[in-house]
């Protein structure tokens, strides 16, 4: 078959951010995850949203899906594109917009939860399985993909729910058996799918992270899985197969705003993001630099405020306590996607890139020079404590009857900064990364700390549907009552003995 537009399609490839080795097509940089000197993938360029933004608020999330994605994935052909979206963005969601907007008092949520695990991570990780079988497939890989991950909780969960029953893959996730919380456990051990695997292991979530890794470099082991037909892959926050996907749904939300009569053809908007990794911020960048008209990028941080100080200062410094919070997806200390953007600020240079990272893992700390300080004038970057968190949350749901999760609720705090700080009056979209759902128990607490104290899980949730009025959803009603399907738990040192029996190797 011929496919005409593909050819008009610039091709963009990706090359490493720590050398000049030779770069790889978008097909390769999925497979491969990470590049072989260490370094993450980026485009040799940002390719240009070359589509009207009028034209882009007629149509639907798979097709704006696709008018992002297929200039970035260059090497996957139309039909493989619109087959991998197609399987990605269906029924698993429970709103056939997929990333709907709410206006609350003049502010935008664009809601990215309504995937299988209620959060954002589920717009990834819902095509990324799609994206490595086919980009397997384009390079002739005849091995079945083993997904090997280990989860504090949430991802874990949301990557198996991506590759449940997607043939040519099959998916272990290592949890630590005490280190999860009742309802993420439930949620993993419940999990469906002939092709998923779910190991408790003794020992904390480093144990379970570092032999996965050490799984991952052990050539003999590569080996042994090649004989039988296998090869590990990983499908952390650092493939280019989960940034591009998440550069659409900022397109999607412009194109929604203008469709709704929101704003002009071409009028700027400030975007909001709480940040852990630096993924879905950066995916926000790239969508800026293809051209979407985005003013401020503002990068909302929890009490793990190491991005804050980095945007005040312009030294990143790791060597501080790690705080536990209640937005426990943000409580990070190593942005790792934040790589990518210091890569950019050096003018795509390499080598100053290395020393920086090669710095933050030595000293724990870098600094950027000056003139790469002036190309961080895109973000704004700000934090709040916990008690700010749980006032956005009270102060949302009270004056504008809107119920926010944990995470969301430090991107709408850090707003409120923004605000007071600058007084701007851009449209702003907050991207909303986990439904309340998922953190019942901090979100009735700010809401009304006395009266919901002591109440179990379950008890929560159904105060919570009570005062928002947002039915339950299915995700949580389904592990109220599902059978729990995996109940391995190993040593951690016996991890590489359960993959191969896992295997039947
Ligand atoms: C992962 C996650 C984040 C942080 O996103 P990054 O891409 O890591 O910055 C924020 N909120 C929730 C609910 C998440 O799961």
């Given amino acids: ?57 007629q149509m639907s999330y798979q097709e704006v899906a696709y008018e992002v994605m297929s200039r970035f994935l260059s090497d996957f052909t139309e039909e493989e594109l619109k087959s991998c979206i197609a399987n990605a963005y269906d029924a698993k969601f429970d709103t056939e917009k997929i990333a709907p907007i709410k206006e609350v008092n003049g502010v935008y949520y664009l809601e990215l939860f309504h995937g299988a695990t209620i959060a954002f991570k589920d717009m990834a990780l819902s095509i990324l399985p799609h994206l490595m079988t086919t980009a397997a497939k384009k390079n002739q890989v005849k091995n079945e993909i083993v997904i090997l991950t280990a989860t504090s909780g949430d991802t874990g969960k949301a990557a198996m729910a991506g590759f449940a029953d997607v043939p040519g893959t099959k998916i272990i996730v290592f949890y630590p058996k005490h280190g999860v919380s009742a309802i993420q456990e439930k949620q993993m051990v419940t999990q469906k799918g002939d092709n998923t695997y779910v190991v408790g292991i003794t020992g904390n979530f480093d144990d379970a992270q570092t032999a996965v890794k050490k799984m991952f470099n052990d050539r003999q082991m590569a080996k042994e899985l090649d004989a039988a037909g296998f090869q590990f892959s990983s499908a952390n926050s650092i493939n280019v197969g989960r940034l591009v996907p998440q550069v659409v749904y900022y397109v999607y939300a412009y194109a929604t705003l203008l469709r709704d009569g929101k704003i002009q053809e071409g009028q700027k908007i400030n975007v909001v993001v709480p940040t852990g990794n630096f993924g879905n911020i950066l995916a926000a960048y790239y969508a800026k630099q293809m051209g979407l008209p985005i003013q401020k990028l503002i990068c909302a941080s929890n009490e793990n405020k190491v991005l804050f100080d980095f945007f005040r200062t312009g030294t990143y410094d790791r060597r501080r306590e790690f705080k536990l919070t209640s937005s426990p997806s943000m409580d990070i200390l190593i942005s790792s996607n934040l790589e990518r953007l210091i890569y950019s600020l050096t003018g795509e240079d390499p080598k100053l890139c290395r020393q920086m990272m090669e710095s933050l893992s030595k000293d724990g700390c870098y600094t950027i020079t000056e003139e790469m300080r002036e190309g961080l004038s895109d973000f704004y970057g700000n934090f709040c404590s916990e008690g700010e968190t749980s006032e956005a949350i009270s102060a949302t749901f009270y004056g504008g009857g809107y119920v926010l999760d944990p995470h969301t609720a430090v991107a709408a705090g850090v707003y409120q900064k923004y605000l007071r700080q600058t007084e701007d009056s851009t449209v702003t979209v907050i991207a909303s990364t986990a439904s309340p759902y998922k953190f019942a128990r901090s979100v009735m607490g700010a809401i009304d700390s006395t009266r919901y104290e002591g109440l179990g899980d379950f008890q929560l949730i159904e105060a919570l549907t009570k005062v928002s009025g947002v039915p339950i959803p299915k995700a949580v009603e389904e592990i109220r009552t599902a059978p729990v399907l995996h109940d391995r738990v190993v040593d951690a040192c016996d991890m590489p003995d359960t993959v191969r029996e896992i295997l039947g190797i």
Wanted: aromatic share 4%; proline share 5%.
């Fill in 1 to 57: 078959m011929i496919m005409g537009r593909k050819e008009e399609v610039m091709e963009v490839l990706y090359k490493s951010t720590r050398s000049e080795n030779a770069p790889v097509t978008a097909s390769m940089a999925i497979l491969k995850g990470l590049s072989e000197d260490g370094g993450l993938f980026v485009p040799t360029q940002i390719p240009k949203l070359d589509v009207k933004l009028s034209d882009l608020a």
